[in-house]
């Protein structure tokens, strides 16, 4: 008999660690999001948001020379290197959001076949997903902590089967995922999935308001800096999620699900970890 999947309480989440008087822009780690191909700036930009969002000290967005506009724009916080890239001077408490934008040309394989012999944490969705699923585990050398980020059309390719086979048995396609692959997973959707060591659980909170291009690279972004910051895999995956699908109600409540737009759900990640907090001060 397969294990239930419990649901995660918002109100009990983890909050964000405390910060010491004493802390600089290093002590709260730095993200690289690696994607950003041709046409696809904008959704490196709403990761490289979205782990600041959440207190990374430092983001470095990795992308095509193209996509700096998009950072220019929204996001003169961060940092930025130009493909092709390489990854071998990687500063400490290092992470890897892998795929917003990525695109499936040779220069973002390429990347990828770098990645998978690194041994820093990573955060994979999207494209990244996609050649991970062309290349198999084999593509995975190391055993870093990796977080993966799929819905139900990339988890049908990771495992070789259709979308309507891992819709009609969620459990058991997370679970498949999984044992394929190791890491930590959500698979994505209504009452999204999140399997990990200790993390067996679903995720009540989100509205199909953000079924909308761009959600998952908040998403990733917001995964990424929770690790980032210092959150262990289990913990980051259960606060990413369960603050993602907040602030997706939240945005949603102010302007309905139809005109809901990824960037409204970054806009509403603060006012999510400030309710958070309120809750926990107040017990």
């Not at 500063?91 to 770098?114: F, I, N, R, S």
Request: contains cysteine; hydrophobic residues 45%.
């Amino acid at each position: 008999m397969t294990k239930p999947f419990a649901a995660l309480n918002w109100q009990a989440m983890p909050g964000l660690p405390v910060r010491s008087p004493q802390a600089h822009k290093g002590s709260f780690g730095h993200v690289f999001a690696v994607g950003g191909g041709p046409g696809m700036g904008g959704a490196l930009a709403l990761a490289s948001a979205a782990a600041y969002r959440v207190g990374t000290g430092l983001v470095t967005a990795v992308g095509h020379p193209s996509a700096i506009p998009y950072l220019a724009a929204h996001l003169p916080e961060a940092t930025w290197r130009d493909w092709p890239a390489t990854f071998g001077d990687l500063p400490d408490h290092a992470v890897l959001a892998v795929g917003p934008g990525l695109g499936q040309g040779l220069a973002a394989h390429d990347l990828l076949l770098e990645i998978g012999t690194l041994s820093c944490p990573q955060v994979w969705d999207a494209d990244a997903l996609n050649i991970l699923a062309r290349f198999g585990p084999k593509l995975l050398t190391t055993d870093a902590l990796r977080l993966f980020t799929p819905h139900p059309g990339e988890a049908a390719r990771l495992l070789g089967i259709t979308v309507a086979d891992v819709q009609a048995d969620r459990i058991a396609a997370i679970v498949r995922l999984r044992a394929r692959y190791g890491g930590y997973w959500v698979l994505k959707g209504h009452h999204s999935l999140l399997l990990g060591c200790a993390v067996r659980n679903l995720c009540i909170l989100g509205n199909p308001g953000m079924a909308t291009g761009g959600s998952g690279d908040v998403l990733t972004g917001l995964l990424a800096g929770l690790l980032a910051v210092g959150l262990d895999a289990d913990r980051s995956l259960s606060l990413g999620v369960c603050l993602h699908a907040r602030a997706g109600d939240i945005a949603a409540a102010e302007m309905g699900e139809a005109s809901l737009l990824a960037g409204d759900i970054l806009a509403a990640v603060p006012r999510a970890l400030q309710e958070l907090t309120q809750h926990h001060d107040g017990n």
